[in-house]
Each structure stands twice: as structure tokens, then as C-alpha cells.
């Protein structure tokens, strides 16, 4: 236990939640109280787990309801599902576009309906708080991920758009956008080659490593509870500073450190 109880008595979804930086975000909530459903393609050993296919809309559509039942309530969803497609832009079909923005974008989209719906439903005035998991590549391009990049760009506009228009009815949607984190899953599949690229990649990260799930999920709970309660229509990029810029000269760039 933290020692935290933010979000005792709370109900809280997290789609995406059985691996990965959604499994991290749903133990840090359990960890602090909160009553936790995972929406996930997978089954997962820890806690209580809907299983469904967020790319379908008929099943996204039924997921709020379910967690309510389950939950008897629910105070918070975080959109943390994603499937990450990559290639040169010329070579993506039809389908793959379709199912990025299925999963990534309309998925999401439809829980933020129904979440809003029954925040309001409930009548208790208690609002309620939305958190989407997008991207630093929705912000800065990184190819050759358009399609990727271009579904996670639409969440952002979609959280601005709920947060405005349901500010005033209590109701906060934010953003965290991950820059490379390196999950229990990835690390485990990785190989030599694989880790020269991501020692190459961390000469971007003024940090000089990659992100933990620990750390994406400690931002994804502060936008999620009170302490943010006057943050409403922003994204957190948590990347160890990859945005803030490059160098001139990539020779006045600081050592990466042997991983
Ligand atoms: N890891 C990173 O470096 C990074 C960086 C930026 C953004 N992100 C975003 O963070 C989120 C989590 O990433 P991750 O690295 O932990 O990924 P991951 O692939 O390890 O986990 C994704 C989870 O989503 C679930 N999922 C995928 N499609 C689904 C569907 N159609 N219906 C229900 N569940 C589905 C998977 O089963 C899995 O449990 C994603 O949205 C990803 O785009 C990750």
C-alpha cells in the first residue's frame, strides 16, 4: 500500500489494464482504494476483468453499463487500450487505418459518452474524471506511424472537446501522453539489437533512460483525482523531456548511459 487513499469507495475503469502501463495504472488505483474493473481483450490473474473487444462499437457500448453493475458506480475511466500499427504511409490498407482508429479513437470516444451519461444519471453532482493514454507522437511526428500518430492526435481533440463541453457540469477529461516507456512485456522480448535502438533512441531523452508504467500511472491518478480538481482540457506529456527540444549539434549532446 502507498499509504494514499485518494480514491477509497471510487469505482474505476481502466481499459487496456491487463498489461503494460494499464495494468500499472489499475494497481495504483487498487492501491489506493478504488474499486477497479479492466476492460481488456485479455484476461488478467489481478482483480476484476471485463473482457471485450473495444475496436467493436457494440461492445465499447456495453462496458459503462457492465461497470456500473459490477461497481455499483463509477467515478473515473482511464482509456489506456491501444493497438500501435507502424509502416510507411503508402502501405497502410484500408483495414489497418480502420482498426487503429476503432480501437484507438471511436472505442474511447463511446465510453466517454457513456461515462458522461452516467456521471450526469447519477444525480449526486459529483461529476466525474476521464483520463485518455495518447501519445508524445500525436504532438511531434514519429514515422513512419502516421496512422498511429493521427489516431491518438484525434483522442487529444476529442478530450478537449468533452472537457469543454461538459466543464461545467463537473465532469474533467484529460490526457497523458507517454514518450518511450518500456513495459514488463517489451523489456521481455527484447533482444541485442533491440537494445542498441533504444540506447540510440535515449540520446533524444534529456533523461537518458525510457519511462516505467510506474510513472505514467502516478500522472494518469493525479489528473484523476481531486488534486487536479481545477485541470480540466489538458495533456501531460510524461516523456523525460523529449519534447523540449534537440540539439544543433548532436556532439554537445550528454552521454547515454550503458542500460
Ligand atoms: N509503451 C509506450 O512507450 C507508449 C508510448 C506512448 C503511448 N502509449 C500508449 O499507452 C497505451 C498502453 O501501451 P502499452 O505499451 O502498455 O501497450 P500494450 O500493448 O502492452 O498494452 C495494451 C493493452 O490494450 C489491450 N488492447 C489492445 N487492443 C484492445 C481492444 N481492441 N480491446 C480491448 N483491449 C485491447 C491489450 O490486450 C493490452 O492489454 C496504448 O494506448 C499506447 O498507444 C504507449
Redesign the pocket.
Known amino acids: 500500500m502507498s499509504g494514499r487513499a485518494r480514491f477509497q469507495g471510487r469505482g474505476v475503469v481502466v481499459?487496456?489494464?491487463?498489461?503494460?502501463?494499464?495494468h500499472a495504472i489499475a494497481l495504483a488505483f487498487a492501491d489506493e482504494g478504488a474499486d477497479v474493473l479492466i476492460?481488456?481483450?485479455?484476461e488478467t490473474g489481478t482483480g476484476q476483468t471485463l473482457v471485450?473487444?473495444?475496436?467493436d462499437p457494440d461492445q465499447a457500448g456495453g462496458v459503462i453499463a457492465e461497470a456500473v453493475t459490477r461497481l455499483g458506480r463509477v467515478d473515473v475511466v482511464v482509456n489506456?487500450?491501444?493497438?500501435?500499427p507502424d509502416g510507411p504511409a503508402l502501405g497502410v490498407t484500408r483495414e489497418e487505418f480502420d482498426r487503429a482508429f476503432a480501437?484507438?479513437t471511436r472505442?474511447p470516444f463511446i465510453l466517454m459518452q457513456d461515462a458522461v451519461r452516467h456521471f450526469l444519471n447519477r444525480g449526486d453532482g459529483r461529476g466525474g474524471s476521464i483520463v485518455n493514454?495518447?501519445?508524445?507522437?500525436a504532438i511531434r511526428n514519429e514515422s513512419p506511424e502516421s496512422v498511429?500518430n493521427a489516431s491518438?492526435a484525434a483522442l487529444i481533440a476529442l478530450t478537449t472537446a468533452f472537457a469543454h463541453e461538459f466543464g461545467h457540469l463537473g465532469v474533467r477529461v484529460n490526457c497523458v501522453?507517454?514518450?518511450?516507456?518500456?513495459?514488463p512485456?517489451?523489456e521481455g522480448q527484447m533482444d541485442q539489437d533491440d537494445r542498441a535502438q533504444l540506447r540510440d533512441y535515449l540520446r533524444r531523452v534529456p533523461m537518458r533512460r525510457p519511462g516505467t508504467?510506474a510513472e505514467q500511472a502516478a500522472a494518469v491518478l493525479f489528473l484523476a483525482s481531486d488534486e487536479a480538481s481545477f485541470i480540466t482540457g489538458q495533456t501531460l506529456v510524461v516523456d523525460g523531456g523529449e519534447l523540449s527540444g534537440d540539439w544543433y549539434d548532436s556532439r554537445d549532446s550528454p552521454p547515454v548511459p550503458d542500460p
Do not use: F
Open positions: 481499459t487496456g489494464g491487463a498489461q503494460g502501463i494499464g476492460v481488456d481483450l485479455l471485450a473487444d473495444l475496436g489506456c487500450a491501444g493497438v500501435q480501437v484507438n472505442g493514454i495518447a501519445s508524445a507522437n498511429y491518438k501522453a507517454p514518450g518511450e516507456t518500456i513495459t512485456e517489451a508504467p
